[in-house]
């Protein structure tokens, strides 16, 4: 049962991080969308030339700051420039077709609902067996220590029964201030937040926890960067990487909850 109860959980994890990955690649294709030059793939990579222009202008402001030398300074708002460029089209072309993109999100979903339906069984199961073990003063203590605590939805750690809001990952467990949650940020405001100050849109969108991660990975990778542009131009190297991952962060922050 132990080693059932594991795989169940271990597939559960697998498809939420698949789910997240299609809610990004879906957010990011509503977001080109609002740019009104069409639907199709290559007018969303039209748009997303804005976004990586804005890459570009941050990226020079910075070398002006640092006296970066001009050829210094252009090569890497290039680089900058085509890093955010190929995110984005990794987020437009995985698969070029939305219809596609809408099944498997379905199919992701259903598969999470019915493998946290066989865990919850697993576990009554196992509690059933628990019971039978032990006697009636242990039974009472196990039954009330039950009662307690329940496992949190979305990272699956142990929480109080009467808690509101998970204190592992930030959601919200409550399912009314769930739902007034998701009624209350904005998509836009969130992405652009986490543009300005990577992980700011999750603290934005109470994802507190996603967002101190978001903060401090991106900013480590880009105080890499910037350190490196004064040592034989290894900020050449990991400033793709920042970007990259700073796209990602934006519309991580624009996505919807896998819940």
């Known amino acids: 049962m132990p080693t059932e109860l594991q795989r169940v959980r271990q597939s559960l994890r697998r498809r939420a991080r698949l789910l997240r990955s299609v809610e990004i690649r879906r957010a990011a294709r509503r977001g080109f969308d609002l740019v009104h030059f069409g639907s199709g793939p290559v007018e969303r990579l039209c748009a997303a ?130 739902r007034e949650r998701q009624r209350a940020w904005n998509p836009g405001i969130a992405a652009a937040l986490s543009f300005i100050i990577p992980g700011l849109g999750q603290v934005y969108k109470s994802q507190v926890l996603g967002g101190l991660v978001w903060f401090f990975v991106i900013d480590c990778v880009y105080a890499g960067s910037f350190v490196g542009m004064y040592i034989c131009c290894m900020g050449l190297l990991t400033l793709p990487v920042a970007v990259i991952l700073h796209v990602v962060c934006i519309f991580d922050a624009a996505a919807s909850s896998t819940a």
């Open 49 to 178: 030339l804005i976004l990586a222009a804005l890459f570009v202008f941050v990226t020079l402001a910075v070398s002006l700051i640092a006296k970066l030398g001009p050829t210094y300074g252009l090569a890497l708002a290039g680089i900058a420039f085509l890093s955010a460029l190929g995110a984005s089209a990794v987020l437009v072309l995985w698969p070029r077709n939305d219809r596609v993109l809408e099944t498997e999100r379905r199919q992701l979903r259903d598969d999470i609902v019915a493998l946290r339906a066989r865990e919850a069984d697993l576990l009554d199961a196992m509690e059933e067996e628990l019971v039978k073990r032990e006697d009636a003063r242990h039974r009472g203590i196990d039954r009330d220590a039950r009662s307690r605590t329940r496992p949190c939805p979305y990272c699956r750690e142990v929480i109080s029964a009467r808690a509101l809001k998970c204190r592992f990952c930030g959601e919200f467990v409550d399912e009314e201030l769930a």
